[in-house]
């Protein structure tokens, strides 16, 4: 599996700071079940990023109406300080998030510790394929094309990797366990 890991030059990876795995990706990717995976193979908290929505977030996206920027601000800033509060308490994480644009991963970037950005990438038909199997979200597929539109994908200064949805999640989960050094 290729695992490009790319890293930001404005803040190169400290082996000494606690570190943090944002699981990334558009709807059906798998950050869910790849998220959960890896949090229990390496032993370290775990929270879903759906969980830090306001309700009014849950409501616009359960109608079918994509998020703007501002709908998305409070929720990544959230995510931040709960990856700060880990970092702090001296504990690891391991959270979903879309994380779609880059200024989203900024906000998240700013979390206390070392964030490390896991992009789950896949062929359009097959993320919505997933959306239509799945049970019990909130999120329509209409909203997939929107969030393939804001998709802004890992750049070369950003400490992350792009994996295949088309892997398995256990062959997801082994190469970001390789790349930490917990394989």
């Not at 869910?32 to 306001?54: I, K, S």
């Not at 950003?158 to 050094?181: K, M, R």
Request: aromatic share 4%.
């Amino acid at each position: 599996m290729d695992t490009d890991v790319t890293t930001p030059a404005h803040r190169p990876p400290d082996p000494t700071a606690v570190p943090h795995v944002v699981v990334m990706g558009v709807a059906g990717s798998g950050k869910t079940t790849v998220a959960t995976l890896l949090a229990a193979r390496l032993g370290v908290t775990y929270a879903e990023a759906d969980q830090f929505h306001p309700a009014a977030n849950i409501a616009k996206m359960s109608a079918g109406t994509p998020l703007t920027d501002a709908d998305r601000a409070p929720w990544l800033a959230t995510i931040r300080d709960w990856l700060s509060a880990e970092a702090d308490a001296g504990r690891p994480g391991v959270v979903t998030c879309s994380a779609l644009k880059r200024a989203y991963r900024d906000v998240l970037r700013a979390a206390h510790g070392q964030v490390l950005f896991v992009h789950l990438d896949g062929p359009p038909e097959l993320l919505a394929e997933r959306m239509e199997g799945r049970t019990g979200h909130f999120m329509p597929r209409s909203l997939l094309p929107s969030q393939l539109a804001a998709l802004e994908p890992l750049a070369d200064d950003e400490h992350g990797l792009t994996l295949s949805i088309t892997e398995t999640p256990d062959a997801i989960v082994d190469a970001v366990a390789d790349l930490l050094g917990r394989g």
